[in-house]
């Protein structure tokens, strides 16, 4: 599963840190998979990136720093093609109007708030990673699941089960509700009791379908029309 990667680019250490632990917490408390990293300065950051330890979803930069400041990397970034995504983190509101030129997702203002920090990073992690992954709440936790490694998900005894590569993982949930979360177009029913991912679909009959895995399942007869006409579109996007 890929994870949501984010940058912290601020010559504080003390800001450094708590911006760190914020962004830990928000990703843990929200079950996103995610890694954080930390630079002290624009330099350090541009030396990760040409070394290769990127690329970044996110970079969270702090605009007023030594030496090349966030708003001044975030130019050169742009001018050499780099469209990864920036939050600039800063104590003066003036830059905003600046900034736009390298087309930033937000500007937050120091101290940062958590509440809109989390704003942020979630609206940024759904509008861009949602695709790639679906949340399930399972008691007090939250279980992230690759849309890519999920073959089916079944509707058995009022929950639903997830059927993975390498697992099941049993939610108590409709699979009407499960259907409410997937991407469009990347799945349907093939029976009233299974939703399938066209990603793992290798054949279609009449009365069955077989995936990729060799695993089959049943198709009910009122399903194949509609699930043969939405696999093809699928696959020919």
């Known amino acids: 599963m890929e994870p949501y990667r984010l940058a912290i680019c601020e010559d504080d ?17 929200r079950g996103i998979p995610g890694e954080v990293a930390s630079y002290p300065s624009t330099e350090a950051l541009n030396a990760s990136l ?13 605009i007023q ?10 130019k050169r ?19 905003a109007l600046e900034g736009y030129q390298v087309n930033p997702i937000h500007y937050l203002l120091k101290p940062v708030n958590q509440r ?9 992690w759904e509008r861009n990673h949602r695709s790639k992954t679906l949340l399930f709440r399972q008691g007090t936790k939250w279980v992230a699941l690759a849309v890519e490694d999920i073959l089916y998900i079944e509707s058995l005894n009022r ?15 409709t699979l009407t509700e499960v259907e409410a ?9 093939c029976h009233n009791s299974f939703l399938v991912n066209f990603r793992r679909v290798e054949e279609i009959g009449r009365t069955s379908l077989r995936l990729r895995s060799g695993e089959e399942l049943p198709m009910g007869r009122r399903f194949y029309r509609d699930f043969q006409t939405t696999f093809v579109r699928f696959i020919n996007q």
């Open 13 to 29: 250490p003390r800001e450094r840190q708590s911006l760190e632990s914020l962004c830990r917490e928000i990703l843990q408390k």
């Open 50 to 62: 040409q070394e290769g330890r990127g690329p970044f979803d996110l970079l969270l930069l702090d």
């Open 65 to 74: 720093m030594a030496g090349i400041n966030g708003m001044e990397f975030a």
């Open 77 to 95: 970034l742009r001018d050499r093609g780099d469209e990864v995504r920036i939050l600039f983190i800063t104590g003066a509101a003036e830059y």
């Open 116 to 124: 809109d920090l989390e704003r942020v990073l979630v609206g940024d």
């Open 159 to 173: 929950n639903v089960v997830v059927h993975t590569d390498k697992a099941q993982h049993t939610f108590s949930m």
């Open 181 to 189: 979360m997937v991407p469009g177009g990347g799945f349907a029913k």
